[in-house]
């Protein structure tokens, strides 16, 4: 007979995952054991493996959750009504603000997305890629037509606004929503004013 899921199983991978992701940052996703993470989570080792069969799985959870629903939150951002430069606005901004809360993840991202197998990395690398392929369209519409038109020149253009974004929390970890709003507008207004006079 199959065994039923309990009414709180998805409630718990969660807190797992949440927890997994604070010991990986802290730690390292290589020095990191189940014993911590038991013990961050508040629960026995036994009753994590009933949810993940191993550290990669665990890890593979944390980013696999992470990545795509960034992708969902930021992706399914209505901009069609939005000028150019009002939607370039709001698609930094949602991304500051999705990465609320999340600084763990984040980081984990960074540290440890190598240590999963090839095929995971590519599922994971595509959550990615629909973010960049977002941010460089939106890009290309507010950009001089040297940028616009340059692939090489854009894709940098792109990165360079992720790469300010994305070590936001390394410097301002704690800040709140209207601190991202308006760290998110500087970052807008840096990169409009910078492709528009190249």
Not at 173 to 185: L, M
Request: charged share 25%; with cysteine.
């Amino acid at each position: 007979m199959a065994r039923t899921i309990a009414k709180d199983h998805d409630e718990k991978r969660a807190q797992i995952l949440k927890s997994a992701a604070k010991v990986f940052a802290e730690q390292g996703f290589d020095r990191a054991s189940m014993t911590q993470l038991a013990r961050e989570c508040g629960i026995s080792k036994a009753n994590i493996y009933h949810y993940y069969d191993s550290k990669d799985a665990v890890l593979f959870g944390v980013l696999d959750t992470y990545l795509s629903d960034l992708r969902d939150r930021v992706c399914g951002v209505d901009v069609s009504a939005l000028s150019a430069d009002q939607r370039l606005r709001r698609i930094v901004s949602e991304i500051l603000l999705a990465y609320q809360g999340a600084d763990h993840e984040h980081q984990v991202q960074i540290s440890a997305m190598g240590a999963l197998p090839e095929e995971q990395q590519k599922l994971l690398r595509a959550y990615q890629r629909e973010l960049v392929h977002l941010v460089s369209d939106a890009l290309a519409g507010v950009a001089a037509e040297g940028i616009a038109k340059d692939p090489a020149k854009l894709r940098a253009a792109t990165m360079s606004v992720f790469g300010m974004l994305n070590w936001y929390y390394m410097w301002n970890s704690g800040a709140g929503s209207e601190a991202r709003e308006d760290y998110a507008q500087m970052v807008a207004d840096l990169t409009m004013n910078g492709i528009r006079s190249l």
